[in-house]
Every structure is written in C-alpha cells, then in structure tokens.
C-alpha cells in the first residue's frame, strides 16, 4: 500500500535522526512541520520556526535532506520551506531551498589554514571541496554578459578535464559573478560525479597554506595533495603577482594536473596578459585553454536576478522599484544583494512597505553613486583637447606616434574612470579590439613609472574631469 506524503515525511525525520546526533535532531529538525506534498510538481512544503533555522539547514544540513529525501519521495523532489516571520501575528514567508545535490556540506572550520596533507585524504569522501552549495548555475542567472562563461562552465562541470576548455580562466571586476561562477562548476562537478575529488580554494589560502607547509617541512605532502585533486578551482589568482615562490609551487601542480587531463578554473579581476609579475611560462599554460571575460549585469540582467532573489526570498518589492535599484547598483551582483537584504530589514525592523522612498533611502547608504559619470565622449574630448588633435584623427586607422599616444591614453583613462569592460571600451575608441585595450593600459602604465612630465600631463587631463563636474 503506497504511503501518503506525510507518513513519508516522518520516514525522512526517522532516518535523519539515525544520522545526526539527539540534540542536532531535536534543535534543528524536530521543530519542521510538514505543510504539503504536490506531486504534479514533486514539490514538499515544510514550515520551520524561523529564517534562521532555515538558514543553518540549508548551510549545514542540505546534502543530508537531499538524501533522504531522495531515498523517500524519489530522485527529484524539490524541497521549499514555509519560514515563520512574525510570530505574533502569525505571517510567514515561502521560500525555494536549494537545488538537490548529493554533496557533503561545507566545513570550513575543519581545515582553517592548515596546509592540506595527503594523509588526511586518503579516500575521494574525505575530502572537503570548500564549496558554497547556495552558489549553483540555478542561481545564476543568465545574461548578455555572462552567457558565454555561463555555457562553458556547464560543459566542463558536465565533461571536466575532457574538453577543450582546460584550462577555463574567468576573469571580470569585483561583483560580476565570477565566484558564483566557478563554485557553480565545482557543485555540479560534484553532483555529477560524487567519487572525484574537487577542491576550490582562494588564493590567499593557497599562500598561506604554502607559507605553513614551508615553515613545518611539508612542502612536498603539500604538492602531492594538490596534485591528487581531480578538479581544482582557484579565485582570485592575480594575488600571486608578487608570491614568486607560490607561483614556482604552483606551476609544478599545474603542469602535473595539465598532464594528467585533470580540470583546472581559475578566476581573477584581469586576464591572464595583465598579470603583471607572472613568468610566460605560467601564462601561456593560464592561456592554453579558453579565456572568458565576465562583464558587470546591465540593467535588464540587474532586473532579473533581483527579482529571481526576490522569488527565492520569497519578497514582494514593486517593479519600479527593482528598477531602480537595477540602475543605480553600478552593476554589482554583491550591491544588489546588499540592497534587497537592507531593504528586507528596514521593512521588518520599522514594519513598513518597501517603496521607492525606503528604495532612495538605502540607496545613498549602501551603494555610492556618481551624479555625474564620466562617459567615453567626455574623456577622449578632454584627452584631444589636451594634446591639440581632433577625435576623428584618434578614431581613424592611422598609426601616426601622436595619435597612438592619445588612444592609449584615452582607454587607459576610460578603464580607469568609467565600469565598462575592454571590449566595449575598445568599440568605442576607434572599433579596436579587447587586447589592444589592455597593451595600450599596460603601456600607459609602465611610461608612468618611468615618466614624471608624463605623469603631470596625465594629472592635467584628470582635473579636467573634476572642472566639468
């Protein structure tokens, strides 16, 4: 006789306690009620007492519930839960839990910075992949600006170390997704394939983890460690421009993972060409693979993924005010979520509606706002101005010295002055390409360390940016 939803739920309960210890199961687990079971959509409800137990589980807890789950109600039962906000008056919020993986849950105070050891990892299931399971290709919503990695991060994730893309290198400014990104690959790497051994990891980390082994005399357990890694996800690799040791071990894990046709995803706030202090040997293997450029969400995409957190969060904010949120968060994933969460608080702190005048009020207080940004036209008109030649000498092909100089040095201020990524600021100078962007930064770069009249030209050209506001 087929059991109904609830007799199933309260299995799930029986096999979690046989799974956690008494006082996990009756802080964290006995407090669930079951709330509903739609099978057309294979969808449970469940109520918990508060956003923050709905938190901890789905931090701590949720590789466990998918299990169970699973073993319960079947391979693709999606598990929402219904949060208790208020008590007193007895209002509460439905929100989405996370996509089912089968993926041990993040621990990361089990390592802290102590440099791994072969020994501690003698089997596939000891180890921990220091991923952030909240960080999937569910929640990463697609746009024009990321289709292209977003792709190219579900075909490795899929085929990892069997494709074309090895090594995959991201690259983008702070707040486009790029974290997102990769921990995306590495769950679903995971989920797909539970026996390999994934391991993301920051930079810093990897440093400091390094800096021990040398100081304890382990460098080389430290090697073979990461050199048994079958997927390995480093963020934020730019940190190692001046760790010339780090990057000397680094290249020898590398090369051997290289060989063995394991998949290495790098992510850093520049491409690999602009890491200024890498030997090329370390390059050219960063650029053997695919090098993909993660641009900052316009405003439609800036749209989209406040009102996917908003459906997840289960909030209700008017569409005139997600608006404008979307076009005044310089496009940044983390100002936008710094928003809704402040957004969220005031609200039930001050028990308001979320408006536009509550929208304007965080605004000023969480995301800085330029009244009046520099755009393209206005940089290269000041930058022509200064050097006495017309902006339809510096658009044209021609490679005369002095027109050179001042596209070079219009791009580099660009760079500097506006959000836009090198593709783009290349079609706007002239219709050159994303590399000749980042010589022409690099150039202007390297004259103004040697250069001091350069360095006063360019402070001339600077103040009157400031003249104009």
């Not at 009620?33 to 923050?52: A, G, I, N, R």
Request: hydrophobic letters at 35%.
């Amino acid at each position: 006789m087929e059991q109904n939803p609830k007799a199933l739920w309260d299995n799930c309960l029986q096999l979690i306690r046989e799974n956690v210890t008494e006082p996990q199961y009756r802080t964290w687990f006995a407090p669930i009620v079951f709330e509903k079971y739609d099978e057309t959509s294979q969808t449970l409800l469940v109520q918990v007492p508060s956003m923050y137990v709905y938190e901890y589980l789905e931090q701590h807890y949720v590789a466990l519930l998918s299990k169970v789950l699973s073993r319960c109600f079947g391979s693709s039962i999606q598990l929402n839960y219904r949060i208790v906000a208020d008590q007193k008056h007895h209002v509460t919020v439905d929100v989405e839990g996370s996509e089912p993986i089968n993926i041990e849950p993040r621990q990361s105070q089990r390592m802290g910075n102590k440099a791994p050891s072969v020994l501690d990892s003698a089997t596939p299931q000891d180890i921990d992949p220091q991923l952030d399971l909240h960080k999937t290709f569910q929640s990463f919503i697609e746009g024009d600006s990321n289709k292209l990695p977003r792709t190219v991060g579900l075909t490795i994730a899929e085929h990892p170390g069997k494709s074309t893309f090895n090594p995959f290198f991201v690259y983008g400014p702070s707040g486009c997704g790029k974290t997102h990104l990769i921990n995306a690959i590495g769950v679903r790497c995971k989920e797909t394939y539970p026996g390999r051994r994934v391991l993301y990891v920051s930079a810093r980390l990897f440093q400091v983890q390094f800096t021990d082994a040398t100081r304890q005399n382990t460098v080389n357990d430290f090697i073979r460690f990461y050199q048994s890694i079958d997927v390995l996800i480093v963020d934020d690799v730019q940190e190692w421009a001046t760790a010339t040791k780090t990057l000397d071990t680094f290249f020898h894990i590398f090369d051997h993972l290289f060989r063995l046709g394991k998949q290495i995803i790098l992510a850093s706030d520049r491409p690999p060409v602009d890491l200024l202090g890498v030997k090329d040997r370390l390059l050219t293997r960063f650029a053997c693979g695919l090098i993909a450029e993660l641009e900052k969400p316009n405003e439609q995409l800036c749209v989209d993924i406040l009102n996917s957190k908003c459906r997840r969060d289960g909030l209700k904010i008017p569409d005139d005010v997600i608006r404008f949120i979307a076009q005044t968060a310089n496009g940044s994933v983390r100002d936008l979520e710094g928003v809704i969460n402040s957004l969220l608080a005031y609200s039930v702190v001050y028990n308001s509606n979320i408006d536009m005048r509550l929208a304007e009020r965080i605004i000023k207080r969480a995301v800085k706002v330029d009244n009046h940004p520099l755009t393209i036209d206005d940089i290269v008109e000041k930058v022509c101005h200064h050097y006495g030649v017309s902006q339809q000498q510096v658009m044209s092909r021609s490679r005369k010295r002095d027109y050179v100089l001042v596209r070079q040095v219009s791009m580099y201020l660009a760079q500097k002055y506006t959000r836009m990524p090198a593709s783009r600021i290349g079609q706007l100078i002239g219709g050159r390409d994303h590399s000749t962007v980042i010589h022409s930064c690099t150039t202007v770069e390297q004259r103004l360390k040697v250069d001091k009249a350069f360095v006063t030209e360019l402070s001339s050209i600077e103040n009157s940016f400031k003249l104009k506001k």
